[in-house]
């Protein structure tokens, strides 16, 4: 029997999957750079060898247009790049980033991703806490990673090591925020609002035992209490008002009734947005942020100075930014340490991708937000004038592309690994599959 057809097997895969691209730190602070190297590797293989092996279960045609142009785009901006080397990297990693999404799309169930995806933040969040007892325990003290990372003189670190460089602070017993496997708070913080998404679902569609579900459901909060990130806080909100205004539509039984209904949502969502930017000051005190976001403000500054002088087509494509390479060697720095991406999704496309970038990623989130919304409010026809069920699961994709927007505006990842990987998941599976199949055992 082939392992596509084996159970276990296609779960361990997956998991293995979601795993390294939401937690790549855990495995580049453990095994190094060399060893995730070896890991996704093997990981991109195995989802080129899933894609040859069901050939006959996907077109590229197929494929939402927005995420094939985007795919072009990065790949063409090889030739005019500033550092066409560095742009070479990012475009191949980017390619089997999304070539892995497609795979996945193709090989599984709606109720499959699910069930892994909640296996991988298990695996993420549960080994987090774990890790911060064992720091806070028996360590005691802040901890770097075991294995030496590259661009770091770890001989000649200043007295004062940047809190950055820790794999942990020690701060579970603490007042400040727990970094956990991932070695970052705001990262971990994500998870968590995933965590809390998905685990919400299965306990609400009975797809996982309803006492196990609660556990990581609890498990979820505290993670997320303890991390505190001001922009995930705002991503939990959205998404609980996405939820609701989901369920009023649902309700809406008539074309006037959600006529009236989303015009509420819409006078709601406006008076919430005009209110946040009317009390701004006010509300980034609340999260315990500074006004200049901790800052972001001088980073996005340099970043808009710097794509002023190539506004149209970018600098080019690298996803996360390279080190080594100007303009990126001094573009940012923060407490001692080089920034690897612009903390804003939206200025790290118009960087290295222009205008015409910020077209496409916008139509690449926009078409994947009104699919999952239909996906989400509309029962699935399995046959004529056989509506299926509405369901939780049917909010998956549209609640993770919300969180993931949210982040977006002060964090790149939605650009890479687990982000863009997510994204290009849910925009592929809404377009190709708009079934959530039958729960998994």
Same mark, same amino acid.
């Given at each position: 029997?082939?392992?596509?057809?084996?159970?276990?097997?296609?779960?361990?895969?997956?998991?293995?999957?979601?795993?390294?691209?939401?937690?790549?730190?855990?495995?580049?602070?453990?095994?190094?750079?060399?060893?995730?190297?070896?890991?996704?590797?093997?990981?991109?293989?195995?989802?080129?060898?899933?894609?040859?092996?069901?050939?006959?279960?996907?077109?590229?045609?197929?494929?939402?247009?927005?995420?094939?142009?985007?795919?072009? #785009?990065?790949?063409?901006?090889?030739?005019?790049?500033?550092?066409?080397?560095?742009?070479?990297?990012?475009?191949?990693?980017?390619?089997?980033?999304?070539?892995?999404?497609?795979?996945?799309?193709?090989?599984?169930?709606?109720?499959?991703?699910?069930?892994?995806?909640?296996?991988?933040?298990?695996?993420? #969040?549960?080994?987090?806490?774990?890790?911060? !007892?064992?720091?806070?325990?028996?360590?005691?003290?802040?901890?770097?990673?075991?294995?030496?990372?590259?661009?770091?003189?770890?001989?000649?670190?200043?007295?004062?090591?940047? !809190?950055?460089?820790?794999?942990?602070?020690?701060?579970?017993?603490?007042?400040?925020?727990?970094?956990?496997?991932?070695?970052?708070?705001?990262?971990?913080?994500?998870?968590?609002?995933?965590?809390?998404?998905?685990?919400?679902?299965?306990?609400?569609?009975?797809?996982?035992?309803?006492?196990?579900?609660?556990?990581? #459901?609890?498990?979820?909060?505290?993670?997320?209490?303890?991390?505190?990130?001001?922009?995930?806080?705002?991503?939990?909100?959205?998404?609980?008002?996405?939820?609701?205004?989901? *369920?009023?539509?649902?309700?809406?039984?008539?074309?006037?009734?959600?006529?009236?209904?989303?015009?509420?949502?819409?006078?709601?969502? !406006?008076?919430?947005?005009?209110?946040?930017?009317?009390?701004?000051?006010?509300?980034?005190?609340? #999260?315990?942020?500074?006004?200049?976001?901790?800052?972001?403000?001088?980073?996005?500054?340099?970043?808009?100075?710097?794509?002023?002088?190539?506004?149209?087509?970018?600098?080019?494509?690298?996803?996360?930014?390279?080190?080594?390479?100007?303009?990126?060697?001094?573009?940012?720095?923060?407490?001692?340490?080089?920034?690897?991406?612009?903390?804003?999704?939206?200025?790290?496309?118009? *960087?290295? *991708?222009?205008?015409?970038?910020?077209?496409?990623?916008?139509?690449?989130?926009?078409?994947?937000?009104?699919?999952?919304?239909?996906?989400?409010?509309?029962?699935?026809?399995?046959?004529?004038?056989?509506?299926?069920?509405?369901?939780?699961?049917?909010?998956?994709?549209?609640?993770?592309?919300?969180?993931?927007?949210?982040?977006?505006?002060?964090?790149?990842?939605?650009?890479?690994?687990?982000?863009?990987?997510? *994204?290009?998941?849910?925009?592929?599976?809404?377009?190709?599959?708009?079934?959530?199949?039958?729960?998994?055992?």
């Amino acid at each position: 029997m082939r392992l596509i057809e084996n159970r276990r097997a296609r779960a361990v895969f997956l998991v293995v999957v979601l795993f390294t691209l939401l937690a790549g730190d855990a495995w580049r602070y453990t095994v190094g750079w060399a060893g995730w190297a070896v890991v996704v590797g093997l990981i991109a293989l195995a989802a080129v060898a899933l894609l040859v092996l069901q050939r006959d279960r996907w077109r590229v045609s197929s494929l939402p247009f927005p995420l094939l142009a985007f795919l072009a #785009l990065a790949a063409l901006s090889i030739a005019w790049s500033f550092y066409p080397g560095a742009s070479a990297l990012g475009v191949v990693s980017t390619w089997l980033t999304v070539a892995g999404a497609v795979a996945v799309s193709v090989t599984y169930t709606w109720a499959e991703i699910l069930r892994g995806l909640g296996r991988a933040l298990q695996l993420i #969040l549960g080994l987090s806490i774990l890790f911060e !007892l064992f720091v806070a325990t028996i360590i005691r003290n802040p901890m770097l990673p075991p294995v030496a990372q590259p661009g770091i003189d770890y001989a000649n670190l200043p007295d004062k090591i940047p !809190l950055m460089l820790y794999w942990s602070r020690n701060e579970l017993f603490g007042d400040g925020k727990i970094q956990g496997i991932v070695g970052n708070s705001a990262l971990l913080s994500f998870v968590a609002l995933l965590g809390l998404i998905v685990f919400a679902i299965q306990f609400f569609d009975r797809s996982y035992r309803k006492r196990w579900s609660v556990l990581w #459901l609890a498990v979820a909060a505290l993670c997320f209490v303890l991390t505190r990130a001001a922009t995930n806080i705002i991503g939990l909100v959205a998404v609980v008002v996405v939820v609701a205004a989901v *369920l009023l539509v649902r309700r809406a039984a008539t074309p006037r009734s959600r006529g009236i209904t989303y015009g509420v949502i819409i006078v709601v969502v !406006l008076g919430g947005i005009a209110t946040a930017l009317l009390l701004s000051k006010q509300l980034l005190a609340l #999260l315990g942020k500074s006004p200049d976001l901790t800052n972001r403000a001088e980073i996005w500054h340099n970043v808009i100075q710097l794509a002023q002088q190539r506004p149209v087509f970018g600098w080019g494509w690298v996803s996360y930014w390279v080190p080594w390479v100007a303009p990126f060697d001094h573009l940012a720095e923060n407490n001692g340490v080089r920034q690897l991406h612009a903390h804003d999704a939206w200025l790290d496309v118009w *960087l290295q *991708l222009g205008i015409l970038g910020l077209v496409v990623m916008g139509a690449l989130v926009l078409s994947t937000l009104a699919r999952s919304w239909a996906f989400a409010i509309d029962r699935p026809q399995f046959a004529p004038g056989r509506p299926g069920a509405l369901t939780s699961a049917t909010l998956l994709p549209l609640l993770v592309v919300v969180a993931q927007l949210v982040q977006s505006v002060a964090e790149s990842r939605m650009l890479v690994e687990g982000g863009i990987f997510l *994204l290009a998941l849910m925009a592929i599976k809404t377009k190709t599959d708009h079934r959530p199949g039958p729960a998994v055992p």
